[in-house]
């Protein structure tokens, strides 16, 4: 048989049963409406069924038999339900309302196999026209799949006297853990304090200048996350390559001088450490890509990969404006890229693991501490970011005294301008420039 011929996957005696105990217990539909809607029943007699019986719940009006007959022979669909036998029938099919939610998982698996089929036909159609880009074909796949997941997600209440267990043993973790972070903690211990680490679902903005060290900092936080605590980190390097980004890393890992490492002019003593930090850096979970001027669709998709395959727990992207959007004929930039941070926005929040995306600021914020009307070509990375962070530091001149700036460290402001949930402030830390790395004010980075 043609797969166009088959029928698509439905269970009759479960939408039945389904039905049929909503007739003999109306306050089943509480538990069926977890999982079911109209149309996640086949045969469209069962949908308007379900749809009357919603509506007289919703009046709060009593479901039998009588009520139900009287709500389709009202609403015109008495007939086409399959007539008053029909709708007797159904209680005749199930003895009681105990097994109500097996019934209706049953029916919502068929829906879902119906509506995967439904996406599949779909692409095949899209694929066949050549009027589409291919990118945006697979973009929109993957979009109408993950959909399918939330879709069938229904949310349901709780009693607080279910929630207050789960609440205390949370703590209980928390304090034997001696951890007083909720989210993903970045290494930085001020910072980690009053955010109590990056959260799930948020969008993090880190912008400064260039070369103050915006990638640097993402890097030691990535290197914090995946190298010290074994969690997942995807990387995004638009700017850099990825060979160019781990000998940063190397170096930030050894203490070795990254321009020793980059001109081979290595100490012997200098292989040991530099064969510890590869091997820690070998066994993290650390995802790195590379490519340059990456189309915004193309980064959700690989963005989706990573969680599907690789489950990481957040991304680092470097740097927000040299993402490509899809929508760039005669469209200005600034629209271009409030695009590219509603997207990412709302990519944080389908994927509920944080972003956090780097950004220049204008050369209007140059000798003075950047506020969030510096970020750079749009006010919507203000508007979308639930986290906006600035690096800052005084004018080398002044603060190193005309000594070479490789030879000291370089005391940083890390300036939390915006955080939708928590305080704002400044954190301290230090920037090591010979090993690219930033660090704790408080610790020994000499």
Partial sequence: MELKDKIPPHNNDAEMATLGALLLD??????????????DFYKLAHQKIFTAIVGLFEEGRGVDLLTLSDELRSNGTLESAGGTAYVSALTSVVPTSANVEYYAKIVQENSIRRLLLKIAGEMIASAHDESLDGRAVIEEAEKKVFAVTDSQQRGQYRIAR????????????LYHRKESYTGIPSG??????????FQKSEFIVIGAR???GKTALALTMAANIAIKNKIPVGFFTLEMSEMALMNRLIASESRINSKNLRSGMLKPSDFHNLTEAAGRIYEAPLYIDDTPNM????????ARRMLSKESVKILFIDYIGLIEPESKNNV???EQVAEISRSLKSLAREMEIPIVCLSQVGRQSEGKAPSLADLRESGSIEQDA???????????????????????????????????????GIVPIVFIPKYTRFENLSRDSS
């Fill in 26 to 39: 109306s306050d089943a539909l509480g538990i069926v409406l977890r999982y079911l809607r109209a149309d």
């Fill in 162 to 173: 279910d929630i207050v267990p789960d609440a205390i043993s949370a703590i209980e973790q």
């Fill in 188 to 197: 930085f211990t001020e910072l980690d304090n009053m955010t109590s680490g």
């Fill in 210 to 212: 260039p070369s103050v």
């Fill in 295 to 302: 189309k915004l669709l193309d980064l959700r998709a690989q």
């Fill in 332 to 334: 200005p930039r600034h």
């Fill in 386 to 424: 639930d986290v906006v962070m600035f690096l800052h530091r005084e004018r080398e001149s002044s603060q190193n005294d005309n000594q070479s700036r490789a030879a000291v460290n370089i005391s940083t402001d890390l300036i939390i301008a915006k955080q939708r949930n928590g305080p704002i």
